[in-house]
T-cell receptor, first 111, second 111 residues
Framework: NAGVTQTPKFRVLKTGQSMTLLCAQD?????MYWYRQDPGMGLRLIHY???????AKGEVPDGYNVSRLKKQNFLLGLESAAPSQTSVYFC??????????FGEGSRLTVL | AQSVSQHNHHVILSEAASLELGCNYS??????LFWYVQYPGQHLQLLLK??????LVKGIKGFEAEFIKSKFSFNLRKPSVQWSDTAEYFC?????????FGSGTRLSIRP
């Protein structure tokens, strides 16, 4: 099914470990976003990209890095995971009319 | 700074009651506005959107929203809720390349 695919869907890390979340979209969209969702705080924008080779900081970028080497992929990296990064992470990509297509989410637990 | 505020964190209604969820935004310049819904265990889905034109926007499942520029508001309404409307509702605003979400309103419907 076309759309936005996130991997992995679940991951448990120990404090200090690193990992990368992959977001892939097959809709040829220019823009891609990474959000984190926490209870009572809604979705907060971590980083975003407006095209291949570009990235920009969102509302809560600290502790995360991103790369957009290929148009269809947007990677979110945690270099040294902290318990405060326990969250559900959503990748999203907007259509030309602004509607966001979301991935199914990646649940990350940092112990 | 750009922001979206949803002041109702949890709303509890009986079936057939009318619903209004508040959303206020703080943005400079042109802004596009959205309401998304997240059913338990699922990712966000678009309910409706406003770009320009008629400030009263109709969406799916009987929802509508009214854009009031002078109040910087985009409140969501439904005349008669159903148990199946139990979900979390998010208001979002986009300007330039950023899409920012409110903290969400959890809606519980009593059968």
């Amino acid at each position: 099914n076309a759309g936005v695919t996130q991997t992995p869907k679940f991951r448990v890390l120990k404090t200090g470990q690193s990992m990368t979340l992959l977001c892939a979209q097959d809709m040829n969209h220019e823009y891609m976003y990474w959000y984190r969702q926490d209870p009572g705080m809604g979705l907060r924008l971590i980083h975003y990209s407006v095209g291949e080779g570009t990235t920009a900081k969102g509302e809560v970028p600290d502790g995360y890095n991103v790369s957009r080497l290929k148009k269809q992929n947007f990677l979110l990296g945690l270099e040294s995971a902290a318990p405060s990064q326990t969250s559900v992470y959503f990748c999203a990509s907007p259509t030309s009319t602004g509607e966001l297509f979301f991935g199914e989410g990646s649940r990350l637990t940092v112990l | 700074a750009q922001s979206v505020s949803q002041h109702n964190h949890h709303v509890i209604l009986s079936e057939a009651a009318s619903l209004e969820l508040g959303c206020n935004y703080s943005y400079g310049g042109t802004v596009n506005l959205f309401w998304y819904v997240q059913y338990p265990g699922q990712h966000l889905q678009l309910l409706l959107k406003y770009f320009s034109g008629d400030p009263l926007v109709k969406g799916i499942k009987g929802f509508e929203a009214e854009f009031i520029k002078s109040k910087f508001s985009f409140n969501l309404r439904k005349p008669s809720v159903q148990w199946s409307d139990t979900a979390e509702y998010f208001c979002a605003a986009s300007s330039a390349s950023k899409i920012i979400f409110g903290s969400g309103t959890r809606l519980s419907i009593r059968p």
